[in-house]
């Protein structure tokens, strides 16, 4: 089983700042891996694909890196909007779709 | 734009089935996608519980999959959840997702998400 370990638990910024989030896969995943925004009482939202892909409508501050096992959301200039929780998200083959268990971005 | 809605009752008892149904709309179901249910215990991450495909294959989380069922209804438009034997650790948010498929590919990651059904276990 591939276990995603997201850093830090929580990050704790003011608008404006740069926020680096890490995710750590136990094994190489290559480029198949996701990040997610989700806000309070609201479904996820896809944010990155293929580790550095954004989604449709995601704005160009978001910005996704690595391959193998380490990979990074970042947030260049933070927004009100962006203070939220952050998942990544692989496939394998068992045990299927597993996420880290989320970085929470709060304010300052 | 693919919109997905879930639908159920909010409390089952211990013991029970837990059934919700996710309605997709502006697209159908038996276009070539994987269909999830994923859930969020309150407070907690994220689990994935299975997938279907319009033909009826499916695949499930191991560590639930003696409890899971997974069903579509292409007539409806729509597919389905049974967790039987519900605790209260099966308390969570409950969503229907979609993971795209094209040209016999399909994506990891999922790309349309309904709003959430809290379904609460408890006598």
């Known amino acids: 089983e591939i276990v995603l370990t997201q850093s830090p638990a929580t990050l704790s910024l003011s608008p404006g700042e740069r926020a680096t989030l890490s995710c750590r896969a136990s094994?190489?995943?290559?480029?198949?891996l996701a990040w997610y925004q989700q806000k309070p009482g609201q479904a996820p939202r896809l944010l990155i694909y293929?580790?550095?892909n954004r989604a449709t409508g995601i704005p160009a501050r978001f910005s996704g890196s690595g391959s193998g096992t380490d990979f990074t959301l970042t947030i260049s200039s933070l927004e009100p909007e962006d203070f939220a929780v952050y998942y990544c998200?692989?496939?394998?083959?068992?045990?299927?779709?597993?996420f880290g268990q989320g970085t929470k971005l709060e304010i300052k | 734009q693919v919109q997905l809605q879930e639908s159920g009752p909010g409390l089952v008892k211990p013991s029970g089935t837990l059934s919700l149904t996710c309605a997709v709309s502006?697209?159908?179901?038996?276009?070539?996608?994987?269909w999830s249910w994923v859930r969020q215990p309150p407070g907690k991450g994220l689990e994935w519980i299975g997938e279907i495909y319009h033909s009826g294959s499916t695949n499930y989380n191991p560590s639930l999959k003696s409890r899971v069922t997974i069903s579509v209804d292409k007539s409806k438009n729509q597919f389905s959840l049974k967790l039987s034997s519900v605790t209260a650790a099966d308390t969570a948010v409950y969503y229907c997702a979609r993971i795209y498929c094209s040209g016999g590919s399909c994506a990891y990651y999922f790309d349309y998400w309904g709003q959430g059904t809290l379904v609460t276990v408890s006598s």
């Open positions: 998200q692989q496939r394998s083959n068992w045990p299927g779709y597993t």
């Open positions: 502006g697209g159908s179901i038996s276009s070539s996608n994987w």
């Open positions: 293929d580790a550095s």
């Open positions: 094994q190489s995943v290559s480029s198949y």
